[in-house]
């Protein structure tokens, strides 16, 4: 499971200025259903991941968007937290080389590849969240976790 840090929310957010306007306008439920919706759209994810630990999901009236929670940290800031299940292929050449018996001396290189492309990931989806956001018009979140919990390789 990967988290991102919050610096990576505020650099985000600083790129996707506008007026800052009540939440109250502007449901927990309409806020999670953008949001998915937005992620889903993302190149790289599969789905929304209902959680690993416990049930992520945001709630509203005969309705629950999975995956993603919106949360009030105080009155006037909105923090989300998505949970995604990503695709692709991270695959590199040292798997090979450790069944011939050996040590890669790509395998730190591999490894650097396959978290520049997580973080990648990463990034684009917060970015969809903040769109999504700034779509419904109500002010940034003051911070998008996301947090990849599972990866399905494609070959």
């Known amino acids: 499971m990967a988290k991102t840090s919050s610096a990576h929310s505020r650099a985000a957010s600083d790129e996707i200025s506008q ?70 292929s991270l695959r590199d050449g040292s798997q090979q080389d450790k069944a011939r018996g050996g040590a890669s001396h790509r395998e730190a290189p591999a490894r650097t590849t396959r978290t520049a492309v997580l973080t990648r990931s990463a990034e684009q989806i917060r970015r969809a969240v903040y769109r999504a956001v700034q779509g419904l018009g109500i002010a940034p979140p003051a911070g998008v976790d996301v947090l990849i919990e599972d990866l399905q390789a494609s070959t």
């Open 19 to 88: 007026p800052a306007r009540t939440l109250s306008k502007v449901s927990d439920i309409a806020i999670a259903r953008a949001v998915g919706g937005a992620v889903r759209a993302t190149p790289m994810v599969l789905d929304l991941s209902p959680g690993i630990v416990e049930l992520a999901v945001t709630y509203g009236p005969h309705e629950r968007v999975t995956g993603v929670v919106v949360q009030h940290p105080n009155s006037h800031d909105i923090t989300i937290e998505v949970h995604v299940v990503l695709q692709g």
